[in-house]
Each structure stands twice: as C-alpha cells, then as structure tokens.
C-alpha cells in the first residue's frame, strides 16, 4: 500500500499563511460563511435599494435644500451598501466584488425588505417610507456594534450617527406634513397607509435570522420591536395622526419574493454596467 | 414649494476657539427644518462644528444710500488700524 507523502515544514509554512493559527487544520464552518453572506447581502441590499430610490429625488425636490437632504441620505445609504457589499462578497469567496453585487444580480437574488422598494410617490410618501425604515434601521445598527463580526460591527458603528439623523430628519417631516394643512395631512395619511404592511416584514425571524442571532450576529428583533413601536405611536401621535389600521403583511423580499417596482429600479440602476461591461470612471 | 418659505441667514464656525460667520441662506418653514437645511446644504463636507440660523427678516441692514457718510470718513485714518506693532511670531488668526 502506498504511503502519503509526509507533510513537510514548507508545506505547513504555505498552509499557515492561507489560514493562520493552526486554522488549515480545523474543520471548516461552511454555515457560518453562508449565513455570514445572507445577512451581510440583506443589509447591503436594504441601504443600496433605498439609497437609489432616494436618489430619484436628485433635481426633482420641492425645494434645493430638500433635494440635498435627500441626495445626503442617498448617498449615506450607498456608502454603507458599499460595505456591506464587500463583507458579503468577501464572505461568499466566489471572487465577486460589491460592484457585481450590486449590478450584475437579477431581481430574483436581492434580499432588500419589500419596504424600500416602494417607489418614491409624493413627498410625504418618501418621508412615511424614510421614517418607518430609518426608525428600523437605528435600532438595529444600535444592535449591530455589538456584531460577532468585527467588520460589521465598525460598518454598524459608523453607520449608526448618519442614521440616527435620518430618523429624526424624517420623523420632523412626518410631524409636520401630519401637522400641517388639510392637504399635507391627507397625503401623509395616504403615505402611510401605502407603507404600513411592510413592517412586520423588518422584524421577521426566519431562519438565517435565527442563526444569525445563535451566532451572535444580531441582536433580538423582538425586543427592538418594543423601541420602535413606541417610537412610531409617539411620532404619529405629535403629528396628530392615527396610526393605520393593521393590514396583511406582506412578506418575501428577503427570499427575493419582489413586488414589480423593483425591477424596474434595477434596470435603471444597472443599466450601464450591464450595457458597458468593464467599463471605469 | 420652498420659495413660499421664509429665509434664513446661517453661520457655522469652523473650529472651536473661531467666531461663527456667515456663510449663506436656506429657506425653510421653521427654524429646526432650517437648521437641519443648513446642516445638510453648508455643512457637507466637515466645513463646521457649530451652526446658527437667523430670520433674515430680523436681520437690520444699513441703508446703502447712507454708504458715503457710514464709511467714508474711515478711509484717512489708517492710524485706527494696529499695524504699527510687531506680532510675535506664531501668534495666528490676528
């Protein structure tokens, strides 16, 4: 029977470098990489989606200092994306990068919440959106600087200041359309209403959320729901709004389930890449 | 839309120890939107540590009419100036 060649020092020097401390010779988590991707790729997608929507605003703002507000958000969300992107790609180590993430991906393989992608409406339809997101997204930033993963947890870190000021950014804008004439009030209620079936999708627990949060990745969405809803009545409640009625929520985004609007914010965002492959600033 | 908005001046200061200046106006409908609009118009890219927002309807202005007895006389007397010392070096922002 022939013998294995014996492992000699230069070849555990080259394993060494690949996988330090040993490493090369412990099993592999292939599920902790997985699950690392799934939710780095939510998290991206959820900032790049809305930050391209909000990006649609760019010249078309009631007013130019609203029109850099929203371009300021937009352009927050897409950093972020950025590094999500590349903590997802990383983590996939198939050899993408978040440029093809996020322009080489068909519909079916986005794993933004189905909020986001509502297209923009009027103005007071964005802020209901921005609100009820951003109101989300700091909670669980907050959650996130305690991420198992270093990376995310300085993404997260980082991140949570420019968030933090998009919640209350929009949060005075829905007080104030609420709160304002009979006209402004009507078309924030309108807003809402559009909005309200996508929140339970931001706090469903499947099961990537499930070992995420086993592997300390996340924090509990159940008791970030407790903040948030608070959050939410108290802000409806200074605008003098009611909160809507409960619908059937509407779940699926994060199984790339999508409704129609995102398609065609895709093949926006994606056109040029996909029709100049290669192609650089 | 934000033409129907009153105007407001805003000031930032760039860096503690600096006084505020005036750097532009926004139009906003109240004064937390129009320290919000200045933050996100004049304040972008780290130009400030401190803003404030004024009315610029609060503002009083001299009359430009007024311009030839206001400022004039100024212009002969060099001596209000202090330029006859001598700055230490290192001494900045004088």
Redesign the interface.
């Given at each position: 029977m022939p013998s294995l060649p014996p492992i000699r020092p230069e070849d555990e020097a080259v394993a060494e470098k690949i996988r330090p401390g040993g490493a090369f010779d412990a099993p592999v988590d292939e599920a902790h990489g997985r699950i690392l991707f799934e939710l780095a790729l939510r998290l991206g997608d959820d900032s790049l989606i809305l930050g391209q929507r909000l990006a649609e605003w760019c010249g078309h703002a009631?007013?130019?200092?609203?029109d850099?507000?929203l371009a300021?958000m937009a352009l927050d969300l897409i950093g972020q994306a950025t590094h999500f992107l590349t903590i997802a790609a990383e983590a996939e180590g198939k050899g993408r990068s978040a440029d093809d993430l996020a322009f080489r991906r068909d519909v079916l393989d986005f794993k933004n919440c189905l909020l986001v992608e509502q297209p923009n409406g009027d103005f007071a339809q964005t802020m209901a959106r921005q609100f009820l997101f951003s109101a989300w997204q700091k909670r669980l930033f907050d959650g996130l600087t305690a991420c198992a993963d270093d990376r995310i947890a300085a993404v997260a870190a980082k991140a949570v200041k420019e968030v933090a000021y998009h919640e209350?950014?929009a949060a005075?804008w829905v007080i104030?359309l609420g709160d304002g004439t009979e006209e402004s009030r009507a078309r924030m209620i309108d807003g809402l209403d559009w909005m309200w079936r996508f929140i339970p999708e931001l706090f469903e627990t499947d099961e990537v959320m499930t070992d995420a949060a086993a592997r300390g990745l996340v924090p509990d969405l159940a008791s970030i729901r407790i903040g948030y809803d608070a959050r939410v009545r108290a802000v409806l409640a200074e605008a003098g709004l009611e909160a809507p009625a409960d619908q059937r929520p509407i779940l699926g985004g994060r199984r790339g389930h999508h409704s129609e609007h995102l398609g065609h914010l895709l093949a926006v965002m994606q056109y040029l890449p996909r029709t100049y492959p290669d192609a650089v600033w | 839309?934000?033409?129907d908005?009153p105007l407001w001046e805003v000031f930032v200061r760039a860096k503690g120890g600096m006084s505020h200046r005036h750097v532009g106006s926004?139009?906003?409908?109240?004064a937390?939107?129009a320290l919000?609009?200045a933050r996100?118009?004049y304040t972008?890219r780290m130009e400030g540590i401190s803003l404030w927002v004024v009315p610029s309807a609060q503002i009083v202005a001299s009359d430009p009419a007024d311009d030839a007895q206001n400022f004039d006389p100024a212009q002969d007397k060099i001596y209000r100036h202090p330029t006859f010392y001598d700055i230490p070096d290192g001494i900045t922002h004088i």
């Open positions: 009631p007013g130019v200092e609203v850099l507000s300021n209350e950014l005075e104030r | 839309m934000s033409k908005w926004v139009h906003a409908p109240d937390e939107i919000r609009h996100d118009t972008r």
